[in-house]
């Protein structure tokens, strides 16, 4: 090759090289019993418009994003407590423990599948409540106090990083519709046969939890 041909072969190559990944467009829908935060990598991108302390606050959101591969889709995800003791309706005769469900699909913009939850992401458990089930039949429930105890765990540092290793936590427990119940918003949206409901192994008691896939 001539030296020339060599020398200009060489340059773009490393333009080649040189070249940024294109961001792609992802859409996003998601449904969660009873709130979420995402955030993709470190960024916030969307949240739950229902305020959690709503009654009933089922409803699921739609949004938007740009974003490089690989990157990280990172969640909060939670169901209403009314304090650490895990319920709801506390004093009321409606005094019970709430249950969780969370289901999600990513689409580029040709409408391939992105991703689904299902039990390939990590969910970290941070908020269990109650201890016991009996916790919801006590007259006078106190959080930490007999069957009322609670159990939280800080969230871990850096774990919004794509880099971050989520190897020692638990893969996210996937859930029937039956089993979670989902109403108001869910319908609306036509769900992947792929993407399934997803939580920590119980619904009743886990109440907050990190879940996050990374997309490569």
Same mark, same amino acid.
């Given at each position: 090759?001539?030296?020339?041909?060599?020398?200009a072969?060489?340059?773009?190559?490393?333009?080649?090289?040189a070249?940024?990944?294109?961001?792609e467009?992802i859409?996003?829908?998601?449904?969660?019993?009873?709130?979420?935060?995402?955030?993709?990598?470190?960024?916030p991108?969307?949240?739950?418009?229902?305020?959690i302390?709503?009654e009933?606050?089922?409803?699921?959101?739609?949004?938007?994003f740009?974003?490089e591969?690989?990157?990280?889709l990172?969640?909060?995800?939670?169901?209403f407590?009314?304090?650490?003791?895990?319920?709801e309706?506390?004093?009321?005769?409606?005094?019970?423990?709430?249950d969780g469900?969370?289901?999600?699909?990513?689409?580029?913009?040709? !409408?391939?599948? $992105?991703a689904v939850?299902n039990? &390939? *992401?990590?969910?970290?458990?941070i908020? +269990?409540?109650?201890?016991? %089930?009996?916790?919801?039949?006590?007259r006078?429930p106190?959080?930490g106090?007999?069957p009322? !105890?609670?159990? $939280?765990?800080p969230?871990?540092? &850096? *774990?919004?990083?794509?880099?971050?290793? +989520?190897?020692?936590?638990p %893969?996210a427990?996937?859930?029937?519709?039956?089993?979670?119940?989902?109403k108001?918003?869910?319908?609306?949206?036509r769900?992947?046969?792929?993407?399934?409901?997803?939580?920590g192994?119980?619904?009743?008691t886990?109440?907050?939890?990190?879940?996050?896939?990374?997309v490569?």
């Open positions: 090759m001539h030296p020339m041909q060599l020398r072969a060489s340059l773009g190559l490393l333009l080649a090289v070249t940024p990944a294109t961001a467009s859409h996003a829908d998601v449904w969660v019993d009873n709130w979420f935060t995402f955030f993709l990598n470190e960024t991108v969307a949240e739950d418009s229902v305020p302390t709503t009933r606050s089922f409803n699921a959101e739609s949004f938007a740009e974003a591969r690989p990157f990280a990172n969640f909060i995800v939670k169901d407590k009314q304090d650490d003791t895990g319920l309706y506390i004093g009321t005769p409606r005094q019970q423990m709430g469900g969370f289901i999600a699909q990513f689409t580029d913009a040709g !409408g391939k599948q $992105v939850t039990s &390939g *992401w990590r969910c970290l458990v908020h +269990d409540a109650p201890a016991d %089930a009996s916790c919801a039949r006590e006078n106190v959080a106090q007999g009322c !105890g609670f159990t $939280v765990t969230e871990p540092d &850096g *774990w919004k990083a794509v880099n971050f290793d +989520d190897s020692g936590w %893969a427990t996937e859930h029937s519709a039956r089993e979670v119940g989902p108001d918003g869910y319908d609306r949206i769900w992947s046969s792929d993407a399934r409901f997803i939580w192994p119980d619904l009743k886990n109440n907050t939890l990190l879940c996050r896939l990374v490569n």
